[in-house]
């Protein structure tokens, strides 16, 4: 994948460096320092795949005659004679590509601060990483433009080498905010290279934080260190970075863990919010039924598989009732219309009947002067054959339009019910019928449950009322049959078994 870097450092004289050197290295030319002597053959280096100079007037020079102006444009012994800029080329694009991306950005560079540029692009090394595409873009410290004779004119410093009060006075706040517009620069280009190639990766200049990653970073082992490591002596920094790297690891997996979990409830979340809707349309479609009908409608359509349930959605939707309302008038109208014309059929009928029995009935010359009621109804014929004409022509357009609407309203129907969008619905509304049929059967069960225990509850009541009622008779016989048993005898009294008669009566005495 693409990565981004694009870091800048000095060639400063205070380090013991100079830029013929550094020319001559990065180029993997042979370059004479004129003011040391020294000669920096570089000729036999591999890895340099192509290197270019470019000045702000797009003429370009000699590489020799230009960093050698520029060590010689500076006095002092501690003093910058050249800026670099390290950038790592995305490994999507081709050598050409490659070439065209570090040009423009090369020219940006000569065109913006007015120095000369030289830049050269490196392939991987063989031990290294092979994505290791970079480029070494060196730029001079001071502005340069040519005399009369076409000469190299090193003038004022350019200004990434200004301090930040001579910056300041220009309306640049600091000299670290035009490093970040050239990395901005820098990321644009690159990804513009990147589109105009047709790949899918970008770079981003931003650090991990800053984009939300939550990954640490590994330190820099720079050019000694690295050498190190590639020949097998475990280093601090390497020891640092794969330490690091180890951790990386084990928080990608748990962060790719934790998004899977996520993703998992996301996904649960929707599916349960599209059972729920499905469930609450469907019984809003179907308020007047009751419990049972409900329950064998479900079981019905769940049983009739993926067609029912794709059926039975787009039937729910008010584009159904809205087509099949129109049939439906269409329908009635029909009926209507064949009412009429049957109407005025036998209205005709009727009307050619008396006019034949009156025919029948008088002579040949008497036909030809009919009476009032006649030619009466001879109009009311001739009038129903042009309603039965008019109705003909209408009931024919109608069943016409009838038999076209209908097989729209199948292609629609077959449409709809075939469409992806039900590809998920569907499956919707299976859940839901299922839990609404589970629902049906819960609710009956306690409908009957209650229904048991009224039941049970008035058969109770009713067998303690019997209860009651055969204590009561019970009781009552008792007492019965006490009132009828005669009480025992006593002494001086008479036999109830004697033939005596008590003379006594309710008749009042008198003198009592």
């Given at each position: 994948m693409a990565i981004y870097r694009a870091e800048t450092k000095p060639i400063s004289r205070k380090d013991g460096r100079s830029a013929v050197a550094a020319a001559a290295y990065r180029s993997g030319a042979s370059l004479v320092d004129d003011r040391t002597g020294n000669v920096h053959d570089y000729t036999r280096r591999r890895g340099v795949v192509t290197t270019g100079i470019i000045t702000p007037d797009g003429q370009g020079c000699e590489r020799n005659a230009l960093w050698n102006g520029a060590e010689a444009a500076e006095k002092r012994k501690d003093a910058r004679t050249a800026r670099e800029w390290v950038l790592a080329l995305p490994v999507e694009l081709t050598d050409a590509q490659r070439l065209e991306l570090t040009e423009r950005f090369s020219r940006s560079l000569a065109e913006r601060f007015g120095v000369a540029v030289d830049f050269a692009i490196h392939r991987p090394g063989k031990e290294g990483d092979q994505r290791n595409h970079h480029a070494h873009v060196l730029t001079t410290t001071r502005q340069i433009s040519r005399d009369a004779s076409g000469a190299l004119v090193f003038g004022d410093k350019a200004q990434p080498e200004q301090s930040d009060a001579q910056l300041r006075k220009q309306g640049i706040e600091k000299g670290a905010v035009l490093v970040e517009e050239v990395r901005a620069l820098w990321e644009t280009q690159a990804n513009a290279a990147l589109e105009a190639a047709g790949e899918a990766a970008r770079i981003d200049r931003r650090s991990l934080k800053a984009r939300g990653i939550d990954r640490t970073p590994t330190v820099h082992l720079g050019p000694s260190v690295t050498a190190l490591e590639r020949r097998g002596r475990?280093?601090?920094?390497?020891?640092?970075?794969?330490?690091?790297?180890?951790?990386?690891?084990?928080?990608?997996?748990?962060?790719?863990?934790?998004?899977?979990?996520?993703?998992?409830?996301?996904?649960?979340?929707?599916?349960?919010?599209?059972?729920?809707?499905?469930?609450?349309?469907?019984?809003?479609?179907?308020?007047?039924?009751?419990?049972?009908?409900?329950?064998?409608?479900?079981?019905?359509?769940?049983?009739?598989?993926?067609?029912?349930?794709?059926?039975?959605?787009?039937?729910?939707?008010?584009?159904?009732?809205?087509?099949?309302?129109?049939?439906?008038?269409?329908?009635?109208?029909?009926?209507?219309?064949?009412?009429?014309?049957?109407?005025?059929?036998?209205?005709?009928?009727?009307?050619?009947?008396?006019?034949?029995?009156?025919?029948?009935?008088?002579?040949?010359?008497?036909?030809?002067?009919?009476?009032?009621?006649?030619?009466?109804?001879?109009?009311?014929?001739?009038?129903?054959?042009?309603?039965?004409?008019?109705?003909?022509?209408?009931?024919?357009?109608?069943?016409?339009?009838?038999?076209?609407?209908?097989?729209?309203?199948?292609?629609?129907?077959?449409?709809?019910?075939?469409?992806?969008?039900?590809?998920?619905?569907?499956?919707?509304?299976?859940?839901?019928?299922g839990r609404i049929a589970q629902e049906c059967r819960k609710l009956r069960d306690e409908n009957e449950e209650i229904e048991n225990k009224l039941r049970e509850d008035a058969l109770a009541q009713l067998r303690e009322m019997e209860e009651r009622q055969?204590?009561?008779r019970q009781k009552r016989q008792v007492v019965e049959r006490k009132v009828e048993t005669p009480p025992s005898p006593v002494s001086g009294s008479p036999d109830p078994g004697d033939d005596f008669e008590d003379d006594w009566d309710n008749s009042p005495s008198l003198g009592m």
């Open positions: 475990r280093t601090e920094g390497g020891n640092l970075n794969r330490a690091i790297e180890q951790d990386n690891e084990r928080k990608a997996a748990l962060t790719a863990e934790i998004i899977d979990l996520q993703a998992e409830r996301e996904r649960r979340q929707r599916e349960k919010a599209g059972v729920i809707a499905e469930r609450n349309a469907y019984l809003r479609a179907r308020e007047p039924y009751r419990l049972d009908d409900l329950l064998k409608h479900a079981a019905d359509e769940l049983a009739g598989g993926e067609a029912r349930l794709r059926q039975g959605i787009v039937k729910d939707t008010p584009e159904y009732a809205q087509k099949t309302k129109e049939i439906r008038d269409m329908e009635a109208r029909i009926t209507e219309e064949s009412r009429s014309l049957m109407y005025a059929e036998r209205w005709r009928d009727d009307c050619e009947e008396e006019i034949s029995e009156w025919s029948a009935r008088v002579g040949f010359f008497a036909r030809w002067r009919p009476p009032p009621e006649i030619r009466e109804k001879k109009e009311q014929a001739e009038q129903a054959r042009t309603n039965i004409r008019q109705t003909s022509g209408v009931l024919a357009g109608l069943m016409a339009s009838l038999d076209l609407a209908k097989k729209l309203f199948k292609k629609w129907f077959l449409a709809e019910v075939h469409s992806p969008k039900l590809d998920a619905r569907w499956r919707y509304r299976s859940l839901a019928l055969e204590a009561r």
